[in-house]
T-cell receptor, first 112, second 116 residues
């Protein structure tokens, strides 16, 4: 069964460093999303992406964040200069013809 | 604006007992509603979804949910809990269910504990 994959599963970084979180969506899907979940809080929408451009972004998704689909398979989230409050579980999701979003297992980002 | 409230951050039931996880939503447009389950160290898996068809929706693993517009609720039930049902459950509403660009707004989540 096709699934969304994410790497790495856990990323530890120093405050101020850049991180790139990687996702491989389901191969025939065209809509991509990033969400995050700070420990103990609800899952929050960050950004949606379609046709090589951002469809919608939340107020969390400021200039420090960017997304890219560098090739036909990967979908990345970059945080340019990480802050302590960026520590969270980041989930990638994709959807195809239906409005069901399929989620990856997440990347736990720890900023020290 | 859409929002979701899950009543009870932690629910504990005995194996074989009824599971009831509560979800209330707020939406200015006809909502598309979802229940996701998250097992430890795994991603979010869709249990079931309501997309304006039948109000009683059946999902995987014996779960079902009923959409009640008058109560703005979408509670998740299962007649008989199994130990393997222990997980975190999230209710979510789509901001634009008719298209794939709609983001999901999640509730706080409910941790289900199943006691032997």
């Amino acid at each position: 069964e096709p699934e969304v994959t994410q790497t790495p599963s856990h990323q530890v970084t120093q405050m101020g460093q850049e991180v790139i979180l990687r996702c491989v969506p389901i191969s025939n899907h065209l809509y991509f999303y990033w969400y995050r979940q700070i420990l103990g809080q609800k899952v929050e929408f960050l950004v949606s992406f379609y046709n090589n451009e951002i469809s919608e972004k939340s107020e969390i998704f400021d200039d420090q964040f960017s997304v890219e689909r560098p090739d036909g398979s990967n979908f990345t989230l970059k945080i340019r200069s990480t802050k302590l409050e960026d520590s969270a579980m980041y989930f990638c999701a994709s959807s195809g013809d239906s409005n069901e979003q399929f989620f990856g297992p997440g990347t736990r980002l720890t900023v020290l | 604006a859409q929002s979701v409230t899950q009543l009870g951050s932690h629910v504990s039931v005995s194996e074989g007992a009824l599971v009831l996880l509560r979800c209330n939503y707020s939406s200015s447009v006809p909502p598309y509603l979802f229940w996701y389950v998250q097992y430890p160290n795994q991603g979010l898996q869709l249990l079931l979804k309501y997309t304006s068809a039948a109000t009683l929706v059946k999902g995987i693993n014996g779960f079902e949910a009923e959409f009640k517009k008058s109560e703005t609720s979408f509670h998740l039930t299962k007649p008989s809990a199994h130990m393997s049902d222990a997980a975190e459950y999230f209710c979510a509403v789509s901001t634009d269910g008719s298209s794939n660009t709609g983001k999901l707004i999640f509730g706080q989540g409910t941790t289900l504990q199943v006691k032997p």
